[in-house]
């Protein structure tokens, strides 16, 4: 018998956030397994820091950050292999994943290496945007409307006539593009309706009204639009 | 001193899907309110069953699904006022709410009517969108690919436009609008990547190739559709 790979979403930041089913998976894994950039903490790992037990075996997964997909595949290639090994003695394997394992999630990289040979569960998280929409206090999408979620490197003619077709727009990566993308918004008349929003849930959280916005933002940033006055009235 | 508004996000169903946040506010909670059709148990007070103390404060809000949004309004204009209520004697009012209290959530009703005079907090909870991706197995959105969340009662043409455009699409609120969308997604040669899935993370949740879908099908029901092969790779 092989273990189980078990995706663990463990929600943007705020470790209360995390949902039981993961903090339980968390709580009585025996492996755990997570990304980090070669050279820091985990993020992933410091938000389930306090649920680990002692003595777990850990299989870090160092992915660096470069232009090339090579160096990254490579990574997720030996951490696959290394997660194999541990399903293959018959352990469960609990990869910890920010945010959603589904959504934008690293999770994903090692599901597609693993998923045809290994039983897998996922348990999903709270989203970036999710978080996002609650920490501005500001409510997304309602009735009948439409939500387009959009990556910060999509050209800006394209973001412009998604962002005019939807009635919430959610855009992630926003890092270099920041200056971008409020140029685009500002075109459109919605710069006063955008709001930018780091690190959500986190002690670090910033939120700004979009003018204000730092160019370049970091890479773990968002830009929440939600047009309409009251459509849930 | 007056009370705080908290919009508690259930998740989609599965109880072990509440953030450890949600089940906090639930268990402390002394006031609770919660939505139900009228002369039905409330889905969102099935949810959170077990976590509610004995002799805790209900009020229930009597919502009718009727075509005219009068009778809605004039449940959640009562709802809010007796929510008001409480807030008044300074005791905190957690509403319990399906899914993500900013994401189609039942809350915003009730936010809009009391945000400008209460204190307010959001706990964001996991959307029925990732927990029918995780059910699936099936990545929904990966790298800078786009992802569309629509409603079923949309226009074909407008929803054939808007899936060609995005890599990834979740279609809620699919209902009586089943057969008329699979007919779109098969005019688009995609009806082979798409799934339908209702009532995700429950006993009673189904996952049907779209071919199999029941015409019609069920409010609470959703469409995935993951384009592209394999671009987390």
Same mark, same amino acid.
């Given at each position: 018998? &092989?273990?189980?790979?078990?995706?663990?979403?463990?929600?943007?930041?705020?470790?209360?956030? /995390?949902?039981?089913?993961?903090?339980? =998976?968390?709580?009585?894994?025996?492996?755990?397994?997570?990304?980090?950039?070669?050279?820091? !903490?985990?993020?992933?790992?410091?938000?389930? =820091?306090?649920?680990?037990?002692?003595?777990?075996?850990?299989?870090?997964?160092?992915?660096? /950050?470069?232009?090339?997909?090579?160096?990254?595949?490579?990574?997720?290639? +030996?951490? =696959?292999?290394?997660?194999?090994?541990?399903?293959?003695?018959?352990?469960?394997v609990a990869v910890l994943c920010e945010g959603d394992p589904f959504f934008y999630g690293s999770f994903?990289?090692?599901?597609?290496? +693993?998923? $045809?040979?290994?039983?897998?569960?996922?348990?999903?998280?709270?989203?970036?945007?999710?978080?996002?929409?609650?920490?501005?206090? *500001?409510?997304? %999408?309602?009735?009948?409307?439409?939500?387009?979620?959009?990556?910060?490197?999509? $050209?800006? $003619?394209?973001?412009?006539?998604?962002?005019?077709?939807?009635?919430? %727009?959610?855009?992630?990566?926003?890092?270099?593009?920041?200056?971008?993308?409020?140029?685009?918004?500002?075109?459109?008349? +919605?710069?006063?309706?955008?709001?930018?929003? !780091?690190?959500? &849930? +986190?002690?670090? *959280?910033?939120?700004?009204?979009?003018?204000?916005?730092?160019?370049?933002?970091?890479?773990?940033?968002?830009?929440?639009?939600?047009?309409?006055? $009251?459509?849930?009235?």
């Amino acid at each position: 018998m &092989t273990g189980k790979l078990i995706g663990v979403g463990l929600g943007p930041g705020d470790p209360d956030l /995390m949902t039981l089913k993961a903090a339980r =998976a968390i709580g009585t894994a025996s492996v755990i397994a997570y990304p980090a950039l070669p050279g820091t !903490e985990s993020f992933a790992r410091r938000i389930a =820091a306090d649920l680990i037990a002692p003595g777990v075996h850990e299989i870090v997964i160092e992915v660096p /950050m470069t232009k090339h997909r090579e160096p990254a595949q490579a990574a997720y290639d +030996l951490g =696959a292999e290394r997660i194999a090994e541990a399903l293959d003695t018959g352990q469960d394997v609990a990869v910890l994943c920010e945010g959603d394992p589904f959504f934008y999630g690293s999770f994903m990289y090692l599901f597609a290496r +693993l998923a $045809d040979r290994y039983d897998c569960d996922v348990i999903p998280g709270i989203t970036s945007v999710s978080a996002a929409s609650a920490a501005l206090g *500001q409510p997304l %999408v309602a009735r009948n409307d439409t939500l387009a979620v959009l990556a910060g490197p999509m $050209d800006s $003619d394209e973001l412009a006539k998604r962002i005019e077709a939807a009635q919430a %727009v959610a855009i992630l990566k926003v890092g270099r593009h920041a200056g971008r993308i409020r140029d685009v918004l500002t075109a459109l008349g +919605l710069v006063d309706q955008a709001r930018y929003i !780091e690190r959500a &849930t +986190l002690a670090e *959280q910033r939120i700004l009204p979009l003018a204000d916005a730092p160019d370049p933002a970091p890479y773990f940033s968002m830009i929440l639009v939600a047009k309409g006055s $009251d459509p849930w009235l």
